[in-house]
């Protein structure tokens, strides 16, 4: 009775932790020679503000000021302490794809196949978002794929302000470093992030916005997340309108 009760408190503790699956068959939540143990994640949280002060904010904008490429971004952000959301995932997914592509994809946060695997879009998401770019002839290695945020939030919640904030200079800089010539935004948490847009998806999808940078005006398309596609998909048909402006603008700049 008592083991069954440890068993409960234990699985507790993951669940507030945000775990909601094992990693391996190896990983046993059950395994009684562990299950007192307290994720690592769990205690290191209570250490780190959730607030972001000024003072983190300003040092997130000053470390990516600093960086001149991205593999130095991605080594800033990987000794990055500021944001709570690291604490509990597996993995800081860094963008991936070509340094000097076109097409710039942003997305929102890794979900539990990319903190897996380190990768952004790499899960079921990331499948249909392949195909979508195939079906406009683009691979995604010619393209840049990256997320509002390197972390996953617990149990895909979504991100909060202050998260998102506290994330958004990583993004701007590889923005900065790419100087992609298209961004397509996947969905309202890039849309928000990125435009600092507060409209919805629904009604911003399609409409052809500018990313104003200091020596270039970058023409931006917001479209659904290909996660809310894959809930609805009845709404694939504007996807799919969206991703062939994005086509048809490419082919006139050629
Ligand atoms: N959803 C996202 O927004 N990004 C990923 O990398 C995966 C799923």
Redesign the pocket.
């Known amino acids: 009775m008592n083991k069954q009760i440890n068993i409960k408190e234990s699985l507790d503790w993951y669940i507030l932790a945000g775990v909601t699956e094992t990693c391996a068959e190896g990983v046993c939540l059950l395994n009684t020679e562990n299950h007192f143990a307290q994720p690592k994640t769990v205690t290191k949280t209570a250490t780190v503000s959730t607030s972001p002060t000024s003072a983190v904010l300003k040092n997130a904008r000053d470390v990516c000021a600093s960086a001149t490429s991205l593999d130095e971004l991605r080594d800033i952000l990987m000794k990055f302490d500021g944001c709570n959301l690291k604490n509990t995932a597996a993995s800081t997914?860094f963008g991936d794809g070509d340094s000097h592509a076109k097409v710039m994809l942003i997305?929102?946060?890794?979900?539990a196949?990319?903190d897996r695997m380190g990768?952004?879009?790499?899960?079921r998401?990331?499948k249909l978002l392949d195909k979508m770019l195939a079906a406009i002839q683009l691979k995604r290695e010619n393209c840049y794929?990256t997320?509002?945020l390197p972390w996953r939030p617990p149990g895909n919640r979504t991100p909060t302000d202050d998260e998102i904030a506290i994330c958004l200079p990583f993004l701007k800089k590889q923005i900065d470093l790419i100087k992609p010539d298209f961004i397509l935004l996947?969905?309202g948490?890039?849309l928000k992030a990125v435009m600092d847009n507060p409209d919805s998806i629904s009604r911003t999808r399609g409409k052809w916005l500018d990313y104003v940078t200091d020596n270039k005006n970058i023409p931006v398309l917001a479209t659904y997340?290909?996660?809310y596609l894959l809930r609805s998909s009845a709404q694939k048909a504007k996807s799919w309108a969206d991703f062939l402006r994005l086509k048809k603008k490419m082919d006139e700049i050629k």
């Open positions: 997914v997305g929102e946060a890794p979900g196949d990319e990768k952004p879009f790499v899960g998401c990331g794929i997320n509002v996947l969905g948490i890039a997340h290909p996660s």
